[in-house]
C-alpha cells in the first residue's frame, strides 16, 4: 500500500483555496473512487486519467485506488484535477519519485491521449500558490493568463509526459515569465458617425470622465444604441491594477482575452437575461454580468423590458460596487464597479407625443413604472434623446471624432485621480463634502432646483459629483454656478423626457 499527496486549488469566487488530492493505492478488488465532494466533471476524471496514463506508456495500477478531495466540504469542479489525480497516482504506484511533489501545485485537464488543455481560472489560482510559496504547474495554453501576474511563480507543460520527465529530473518544465500584453487599442465604432444629438454626446462625455451612470430615453430609432456603443471608444485606459483586477473576474468566468487587455469592458445584455446572469450565481457560482463589467461599462438596452428582479439586483452594486451570492453553505464576494449605461423608450410603442401613439395616459404610467424610482434615483444622468431632423442627418459638418473627446476625458481623469485617488462616482458623503463644496450663489440654485424636483439626498450627492466632473472637464478648480446649472438639467424625471419633437 502506498500514499501520495498533491496539492491543487478550487475556485470559490476570486479565491482559491487549496486541495490535497490525496491518492492511496490498497490491496482489494480493482477499483478507482474519486472521494469529497466532487462535481460530474471531476467523477469523470477516472476515465480521462486511466486513458491518458496508458496512451503515455505508463502503468496504470490494477489494484484498489481512493482519491480523497480534502477538504471534503468544498466543492469541487471541472477538469483542473484531472492532473493532479494523474501525478498522484503515478507517485503513489511508485512510478514517480512522492518526494519531487514538494513545493509544486497542479492544475490542468488532460484529454485522453495525455495533452493537457486549458483551464480557467488561472490567473487566480497562480496568485494563490505564489502567496502559498509554490509553484504551480499549469498547460502551456493557459500560460497567457498566468503571466501577466507579476510575481507568477508557475511553470507551463504541454502534456502529461512532460510534466513527469520533470518530476523525474530529467527535462526541466518551462518557466512562466510575467508578460504584461501591451494596452489594446480602440478600433470599433466612433462618435464621428453620429451627427447632432449635442446634449446626448456631451453628457456621454461626462459620464465617460466621471464614471457616472446614464439613462437616455427617446423614441425607436432616435440613436440611443448607436450613442452607447460608442462610449467604449472614450473611455480612459486601465491602470495596471485595475486590468489585473479585471482579468482575475475574467478567468473565473473563462472570459479573459490578452488582445484586450487594458481596455474597459463594455456588456451588454439581452433584456431576457436572468438575475443570475446578471449579477453572477448557478454552479460554482460563477461570476455575472455586472461582474464582468467591473471597471467598465454595462449597457441595458430596452430597460424596462428587463423583468423588475432582475432590475431591482442592480441597486446594491452600483452603490457599493461589490455583489454578495449568499447561499447555504457560504457567501461569495465578487468585484462589480460598473458603470450603467441604459435606454429605453418613453411608451410601449416609442412614439408618446406623436400622433401614430395610441397609449392612453395609465398605459404610459404603467410603461414606465417598470423601473422603479429608487433604481432612477441611483442614476447620475438623466436624458432625453430626439430623434434627428432631415436638415440635422444630411448636414455636412464634420462631427468630433472620439480621439478629441477622449483627450478631454483622460485630462479630466487625471485630474480626479491627483485629487482623491478615484472617479468622481465614487465620491463617498464626506468627499462630496470636501471636494464638492460650492459658492452662495451656487448653493442657492441646487436648493431651489432640490426643492422643485423633489430630490433625495442621494440625488443631491449625485448632482455635485456631476457637477464636480463638468467643472473637471472645463479645468476650474472650484465648482461654479455654470456647472451646477449644467448639472441639475441632467436630474430631470424621467416622466419629463417624452416629447419626440426635436
Not at 410603461?367 to 422603479?372: A, E, G
Request: charged share 20%; proline share 8%; net charge neutral.
Amino acid at each position: 500500500m502506498s500514499l501520495a499527496i498533491v496539492r491543487s486549488r478550487a475556485l470559490i469566487g476570486l479565491a482559491a483555496p487549496e486541495v490535497r488530492v490525496e491518492v492511496h493505492v490498497g490491496r482489494g478488488l480493482p477499483a478507482f473512487h474519486i472521494v469529497g465532494l466532487p462535481e460530474a466533471a471531476v467523477r469523470e476524471s477516472r476515465e480521462r486519467v486511466r486513458a491518458a496514463l496508458v496512451h503515455r506508456g505508463f502503468e496504470f495500477p490494477n489494484r484498489r485506488l481512493t482519491v480523497n478531495l480534502a477538504p471534503a466540504d468544498l466543492p469541487k469542479d471541472s477538469g483542473r484535477f484531472d492532473l493532479p489525480i494523474a501525478v498522484g497516482l503515478l507517485a503513489a504506484s511508485g512510478q514517480l519519485p512522492v518526494e519531487a511533489l514538494e513545493g509544486l501545485e497542479f492544475a490542468g485537464e488532460l484529454s485522453l491521449t495525455g495533452e493537457l488543455r486549458p483551464i480557467r481560472g488561472c490567473l487566480p489560482m497562480a496568485i494563490a500558490v505564489r502567496a502559498a510559496g509554490r509553484r504551480l504547474i499549469l498547460p502551456a495554453a493557459s500560460a497567457g493568463e498566468a503571466a501577466v501576474y507579476p510575481e507568477v511563480a508557475a511553470l507551463a507543460a504541454e502534456h502529461l509526459g512532460e510534466v513527469c520527465l520533470h518530476l523525474a529530473g530529467q527535462s526541466p518544465l518551462t518557466r512562466i515569465d510575467h508578460r504584461e500584453p501591451a494596452p489594446a487599442q480602440w478600433t470599433g465604432a466612433d462618435f464621428r458617425d453620429i451627427r447632432g444629438h449635442t446634449q446626448a454626446r456631451r453628457a456621454l462625455e461626462i459620464a465617460a470622465a466621471g464614471g457616472h451612470s446614464a439613462l437616455m430615453v427617446g423614441p425607436p430609432g432616435a440613436g440611443k444604441s448607436m450613442l452607447a456603443s460608442r462610449i467604449a471608444s472614450i473611455l480612459p485606459p486601465l491602470a495596471s491594477a485595475q486590468a489585473l483586477e479585471l482579468a482575475a473576474v475574467q478567468a473565473l468566468a473563462g472570459a479573459f482575452e490578452p488582445a484586450r487587455w487594458g481596455r474597459r469592458p463594455v456588456r451588454s445584455p439581452h433584456h431576457s437575461a436572468s438575475a443570475a446572469a446578471l449579477v453572477g450565481g448557478g454552479p460554482g457560482p460563477r461570476p455575472g454580468e455586472i461582474s464582468l463589467a467591473h471597471h467598465g461599462v454595462l449597457f441595458l438596452d430596452e430597460l424596462p423590458e428587463f423583468s423588475r428582479p432582475v432590475l431591482e439586483a442592480l441597486r446594491e452594486p452600483i452603490e457599493t460596487g461589490r455583489i454578495t451570492l449568499a447561499r447555504a453553505s457560504r457567501s461569495i464576494d465578487l468585484p462589480a464597479r460598473f458603470q450603467l449605461i441604459a435606454a429605453m423608450n418613453p411608451c410601449s410603442c416609442g412614439h408618446l407625443g406623436d400622433t401614430r401613439c395610441r397609449c392612453s395616459a395609465e398605459q404610459v404610467l404603467r410603461y414606465q413604472r417598470r423601473v422603479s424610482g429608487p433604481l432612477i434615483d441611483r442614476l447620475d444622468l438623466l436624458l432625453s434623446v430626439h430623434r434627428l431632423s432631415e436638415e440635422a442627418l444630411l448636414e455636412h459638418a464634420s462631427p468630433e471624432p472620439s480621439s478629441a473627446i477622449r483627450e478631454r476625458v483622460e485630462a479630466a481623469w487625471q485630474t480626479q485621480l491627483r485629487r482623491q485617488g478615484d472617479s468622481n462616482a465614487q465620491l463617498d458623503p464626506p468627499s462630496v463634502a470636501h471636494h464638492c463644496s460650492l459658492d452662495p450663489e451656487s448653493e442657492t440654485l441646487l436648493a431651489a432646483a432640490s426643492r422643485r424636483l423633489r430630490w433625495s439626498a442621494r440625488g443631491i450627492h449625485r448632482a455635485l459629483r456631476v457637477a464636480r466632473t463638468i467643472a473637471d472637464l472645463a479645468g476650474s478648480g472650484p465648482i461654479g454656478r455654470e456647472h451646477v446649472a449644467e448639472a441639475i438639467s441632467y436630474r430631470r424625471s424621467p416622466l419629463e423626457l417624452a416629447p419626440e419633437a426635436g
